[in-house]
């Protein structure tokens, strides 16, 4: 019996050393608190990774810095991997000393952007390959590659004109905005905007882009039907995210240094309020029935609730953790927080999990685990899943996010958080950080 214990115990061990090394994505029923499921495997790949859901074929698109996995929600199964990029980075990406991902990853904390998305209507994915300055074209039914289109250095931010099939690219390195015709992959235009822009937003009824410049602490507006610079406008230090309120046509700018919000009438560029929020926010999310604003606020371990018909922060809510990523349910009025690491008394561990809130009250309703440093969401009202990436530590210290530096291998957050990394990559020293996970996560079904 004693040695069963001490197996059963290094067993136990053993997986969760192994659970450490993993990246995994975890689907979760929105009603009522679910229970864990299955693990898929992926591909081998490095570095950053995003998410995105086409809702009506059921794929996950899983991107890395090399890679895209290809995975069937229904079936639970990964259907192929589409390599991207060759493993090792070009070094001639950049223009100058240090270029754009200095002044784009010098956060404190990465900002919160998107890096794949999907155009349902053409059966489009685009993903962003930063090190290449290119956009990747897959087909959403198959994941087969269809095109690579050169776009500006060290693009970053990525956001699709649905009802136009235009692609809007933000290019850190060059301060311009890549536009192209979705269904060509032409680009049409490049709009020159402010230094290092890594958050855009678009107001469509009145034809409007907002782009965040972080480097110059600036708003630009792009006039979308012509393809110019409409005006810019201050928004704080370093605005990093962002969100727009098309029926009142305002902006709301987290400014990650100054702990702020700034709300901008985007018709006469007037900054109408600069509300005080926690500390280092990195995500806008608006619920315009409601009339709320739902600012995260990363280092502060908490959310900020805008009333934005009076604009005013009615509360902030305490989160047990690191918040990475939210949206709104639709389909319950609740606000899903997806938070990266776990506070225990002052102490970070790479425990991810998913919050839900009441969108009106902001009561906290419940928190479930994940998996490891949980970094993305999506929401599926219709077969009414969360779907949650967990990124994992995979042995080393992740690029370009000295929280995740923090959290896997406890040491103090670098100035420039990844440029060591970046660095050894260009001389060919790129860190392995193993194969990666997918985890669906279905109240139906018990965990394993």
């Not at 059963?8 to 994505?25: D, H, K, M, P, R």
């Not at 928190?367 to 949980?374: C, E, F, K, V």
């Not at 899943?385 to 042995?395: D, E, K, S, T, Y």
Request: with cysteine; net charge positive.
């Amino acid at each position: 019996m004693a040695r069963r214990m001490v197996v059963l115990l290094s067993l136990t061990a053993c997986a969760v050393a192994v659970s450490l090394a993993v990246v995994s994505l975890a689907v979760v029923r929105a009603m009522p608190v679910p229970s864990l499921g299955t693990t898929l495997q992926t591909g081998s790949d490095w570095g950053r990774l995003a998410l995105a859901l086409d809702r009506r074929t059921q794929r996950i698109f899983v991107a890395g810095q090399t890679t895209v996995t290809v995975l069937d929600a229904r079936r639970g199964t990964a259907l192929r991997d589409v390599d991207t990029l060759p493993l090792r980075p070009s070094p001639m990406v950049c223009r100058g000393a240090i270029c754009g991902f200095v002044a784009s990853y010098s956060l404190p904390v990465q900002p919160v952007s998107e890096e794949v998305a999907v155009d349902e209507a053409i059966d489009r994915v685009f993903v962003t390959n930063s090190d290449r300055a290119q956009l990747t074209v897959l087909d959403a039914r198959t994941g087969a590659l269809l095109q690579t289109v050169g776009v500006g250095h060290t693009p970053h931010a990525l956001l699709i004109d649905k009802s136009h099939h235009h692609v809007f690219v933000a290019n850190v390195a060059d301060g311009t905005v890549s536009v192209l015709d979705g269904r060509s992959g032409h680009i049409e235009r490049t709009v020159a905007v402010g230094r290092s822009p890594l958050a855009l937003a678009l107001d469509p009824r009145a034809h409007r882009l907002l782009v965040a410049n972080a480097g110059d602490g600036s708003l630009s507006v792009v006039d979308t039907a012509r393809g110019q610079v409409m005006g810019t406008v201050a928004a704080g230090r370093r605005p990093v995210a962002l969100a727009v309120d098309t029926s009142t046509h305002r902006a709301y700018i987290a400014d990650q240094e100054r702990a702020s919000v700034s709300i901008v009438d985007i018709p006469t560029l007037r900054v109408l309020r600069v509300l005080s929020v926690g500390a280092s926010p990195v995500a806008v999310t608006l619920d315009e029935r409601l009339a709320r604003a739902f600012v995260l606020n990363s280092t502060g371990h908490s959310v900020s609730i805008i009333d934005t018909q009076t604009l005013r922060v009615l509360h902030t809510v305490a989160l047990p953790g690191v918040p990475r990523a939210e949206a709104i349910d639709g389909s319950t009025g609740r606000l899903v927080i997806v938070l990266m690491a776990t506070d225990t008394g002052g102490t970070l561990t790479p425990t991810g999990s998913l919050s839900v809130l009441d969108a009106r009250t902001g009561r906290l309703n419940w928190t479930l685990p994940t998996g490891h440093i949980s970094t993305a969401l999506a929401i599926d009202e219709r077969e009414r899943r969360f779907v949650v990436l967990n990124q994992g530590c995979l042995g080393g210290a992740q690029p370009f996010d000295s929280v995740v530096t923090t959290v896997c291998r406890g040491v103090r957050p670098a100035v420039y958080p990844g440029v060591v990394e970046r660095i050894l990559a260009f001389a060919g020293h790129s860190p392995q950080y193993g194969d990666t996970t997918v985890r669906l996560i279905d109240a139906q079904k018990p965990p394993n």
